[in-house]
């Protein structure tokens, strides 16, 4: 069973006579433990996609399938709880809350589940552990680099152990360098079998995925996926859509 599954997705944005069309009939699967890439140009809809995948956002047509649920069926209170379940969230500008230490940052999606404050704080201190953050548990975003922001929003997003990384333009605030280190570190949670979805407009950043999507007005125009088939009396062939 594929991850995620989207079935013709289409998003508009308001009413009268010119509606925008931010996704038109999008289709596409994901399967658990893929590096995804979304590209295309600004307006394309990239943004628009990671917001439906993630559930911060419902598509206007369509079905969206997690797991085999359909998402489209259920209330507010529920995709609340599936977003805090199943997601990590990771933002160009970090969205850190700035009067929270790096360690109550990470904490926040523990205490959104409703867990105790100790192993929150346990989870949560070993997330920032994982990023190399330890001697940062008390400092606030203000006294943090652009790199250890990052670093902080990678711990929270990661700290209630998700299925799935949405990451959109996570390198775009950053220098070149510490870009590198935020890659290498979503190439480490995907070697962990997390799967990894990032919005980008980088061709060198979406070479580091195993797939790339491309989007152009809304619609899936390229997937680098391959589709093998195999017969009895032809050699095996890829075939890209």
Same mark, same amino acid.
């Given at each position: 069973?594929?991850?995620?599954?989207?079935?013709?997705?289409?998003?508009?944005?308001?009413?009268?006579?010119?509606p925008?069309?931010?996704l038109?009939?999008?289709?596409?699967?994901?399967?658990?433990?893929?590096?995804?890439a979304?590209?295309?140009?600004?307006?394309?809809?990239?943004?628009?996609?990671?917001?439906?995948? &993630?559930? /911060? +956002?419902?598509? %206007?047509?369509?079905?969206? *399938?997690? @797991?085999?649920? !359909? $998402?489209?069926?259920?209330?507010?209170?529920?995709?609340?709880?599936?977003?805090?379940?199943?997601?990590?969230?990771?933002?160009?500008?970090?969205?850190?809350?700035?009067?929270?230490?790096?360690?109550?940052?990470?904490?926040?999606?523990?205490?959104?589940a409703?867990?105790?404050?100790?192993?929150?704080?346990?989870?949560?201190?070993?997330?920032?552990?994982?990023?190399?953050?330890?001697?940062?548990?008390?400092?606030?975003?203000?006294?943090?680099?652009?790199?250890?922001?990052?670093?902080?929003?990678?711990?929270?997003?990661?700290?209630?152990?998700?299925?799935?990384?949405?990451?959109?333009?996570?390198? &775009?605030? /950053? +220098?070149?360098? %510490?870009?590198?280190?935020? *890659?290498? @570190?979503?190439? !480490? $949670?995907?070697?962990?079998?997390?799967?990894?979805?990032?919005?980008?407009?980088?061709?060198?950043?979406?070479?580091?995925?195993?797939?790339?999507?491309?989007?152009?007005?809304?619609?899936?125009?390229?997937?680098?996926?391959?589709?093998?088939?195999?017969?009895s009396?032809?050699?095996?062939?890829?075939?890209?859509?």
């Amino acid at each position: 069973m594929a991850l995620i599954r989207l079935d013709r997705i289409g998003k508009r944005y308001g009413v009268g006579d010119a509606p925008v069309e931010a996704l038109r009939e999008v289709s596409l699967e994901v399967v658990g433990g893929d590096s995804v890439a979304i590209m295309g140009p600004s307006g394309s809809g990239k943004s628009t996609l990671l917001g439906i995948l &993630g559930c /911060l +956002d419902i598509p %206007t047509s369509g079905n969206y *399938l997690l @797991l085999g649920e !359909e $998402v489209g069926r259920m209330s507010r209170p529920e995709l609340a709880e599936l977003r805090c379940r199943r997601f990590g969230f990771v933002f160009q500008n970090f969205n850190l809350l700035p009067r929270l230490t790096a360690l109550e940052n990470v904490e926040l999606p523990l205490a959104y589940a409703r867990q105790r404050p100790a192993l929150r704080r346990a989870k949560a201190a070993a997330a920032l552990a994982r990023v190399g953050l330890s001697d940062r548990m008390s400092h606030y975003p203000s006294q943090l680099s652009g790199g250890q922001q990052q670093r902080v929003a990678i711990a929270r997003a990661l700290v209630n152990e998700p299925d799935l990384i949405l990451a959109d333009e996570p390198t &775009g605030a /950053l +220098d070149t360098v %510490t870009g590198r280190e935020i *890659l290498r @570190l979503l190439d !480490e $949670v995907n070697a962990g079998g997390t799967t990894v979805v990032v919005v980008t407009h980088d061709r060198d950043i979406a070479a580091r995925m195993r797939r790339t999507i491309t989007l152009t007005d809304g619609r899936v125009t390229s997937d680098s996926r391959a589709q093998v088939r195999i017969n009895s009396t032809s050699p095996v062939r890829a075939v890209f859509p």
